[in-house]
């Protein structure tokens, strides 16, 4: 089994120094090898990585640079050209690979050899070849069955250092249960972050007041002299505010995903289309600062490790479709209860929603589960389903005066 462990690096003066040289050096091999890709035909990552010890005879500067990270930095490039093409295969418009400037090239890969993780003189370190020993804050210990096989060592925008170490266990992920008792269907919303089948509703992290701080240095930001040195440092501002907001909002979704991970069988969610969703024409910040699609990765990996059932269903219907007798039910957006017409079922928009999402990932899976659909039905004559006007003259518990769309006119 194969995870990631992220640290913080806490680099002297002098190391921090030589890791942005590092860094830097890296940055001009990969653009002296998009030049050669722009120029020279049947190019590979393998015959241009063959090209790097005669490099290293005109380019003295290589020689101060792990042989393993150059290597890294021309498969880099040729990744980056690989998934470029899957895209356009894909049906996306996409260009061509850029020259890259100081500010957008900020990390450097070990792999399999070059680095070692240390403890001298009590302090934990990361010994990384032609750089030094580089202090960490290693606040998460690395098992002992497990190996490092690759270290990525960013810097961030905000200045900050940080290690991603690859390790690589003998032990595979847990089996999945054949026959999954803990079972839960959550649907992703707006008004509440997730609602799930255990009548659950999980509030999003209130993230006003990081909000609030990072457009107040942006405005800050516009008011200076572009290139200034007050520029750059409130450019070093700007960047520590969306840190800020992001490590908030990765935190929430970090636990929220552990717990579902851990606590369930199998775990059914929306197969969403995040990508989608944010080019919709109303809500787009509120689509964006929910984050949906990284929930739902991070949910993924961990019900993997977990040994846990992750399926990820069509939502098409769910919202509609009444989860006892089945009938689908046309509601308008503001509207927050379910009520059905047909069978008389009535329940929160989402947690109805949830129903049909545990339902279909439970067929997905091939589970066995009881289905309580009524013998006949209320719909309309010639119709098969009901029209969001029977939904409102149902009525709904929640729904206030206020929200009622007005008539007048």
């Known amino acids: 089994m194969r995870y990631n462990n992220r640290y913080r690096l806490k680099p002297t003066e002098e190391l921090h120094e030589q890791l942005a040289w590092t860094v830097d050096i890296c940055r001009q091999v990969y653009n002296h090898f998009l030049h050669r890709l722009n120029r020279v035909d049947g190019t590979s990552a393998y015959s241009e990585q063959s090209l790097l010890p005669d490099l290293k005879r005109e380019w003295d500067e290589l020689k101060d640079v792990h042989s393993k990270v150059l290597q890294k930095t021309v498969q880099r490039l040729y990744d980056n050209l690989s998934t470029l093409k899957g895209r356009k295969d894909n049906g996306y418009h996409v260009g061509e690979l850029k020259w890259k400037a100081p500010r957008e090239y900020r990390s450097i890969k070990y792999s399999q050899t070059g680095f070692k993780l240390n403890n001298t003189s009590g302090r934990p370190v990361l010994s990384l070849s032609k750089i030094g020993d580089v202090p960490m804050v290693y606040h998460r210990e690395v098992p002992d069955d497990a190996t490092i096989k690759e270290v990525v060592v960013k810097q961030e925008p905000t200045g900050e250092w940080f290690a991603v170490l690859g390790l690589e266990t003998e032990n595979d992920a847990p089996p999945k249960p054949e026959h999954p008792e803990k079972c839960v269907g959550i649907d992703a919303g707006i008004l509440k972050y997730a609602h799930d089948t255990d009548g659950t509703a999980v509030e999003g992290p209130d993230l006003d007041d990081e909000r609030e701080q990072l457009e107040r240095a942006q405005r800050n930001l516009s008011r200076k002299e572009h290139g200034s040195a007050n520029y750059r440092k409130q450019q070093r501002v700007v960047a520590q505010r969306h840190a800020d907001l992001k490590r908030r909002r990765q ?41 949906w699609g990284t929930f739902l990765r991070m949910l993924e990996y961990k019900c993997e490790r977990e040994g846990t059932h992750f399926v990820a269903v069509d939502p098409r219907g769910t919202t509609k479709e009444c989860s006892k007798c089945g009938v689908s039910i046309e509601k308008p957006l503001w509207v927050r209860e379910h009520s059905c017409p047909s069978c008389g079922f009535e329940a929160d928009r989402d947690l109805n929603a949830a129903y049909n999402i545990l339902a279909r990932g439970l067929d997905q899976v091939g589970v066995v589960h009881s289905d309580s659909l009524p013998a006949e039905t209320a719909l309309p004559v010639g ?27």
């Open 251 to 291: 935190d929430f979704l970090h636990k929220l995903s552990n717990y579902y991970a851990r606590q369930y069988d199998l775990v059914a969610v929306e197969d969403l289309d995040a990508k989608g969703l944010m080019e919709l024409p109303s809500n787009s910040r509120n689509r964006a600062g929910a984050a």
């Open 383 to 409: 119709t098969d389903s009901v029209p969001a006007k029977r939904v409102i003259e149902t009525g709904s518990p929640v729904l206030s005066e206020a929200a009622r769309p007005s008539r007048a006119g």
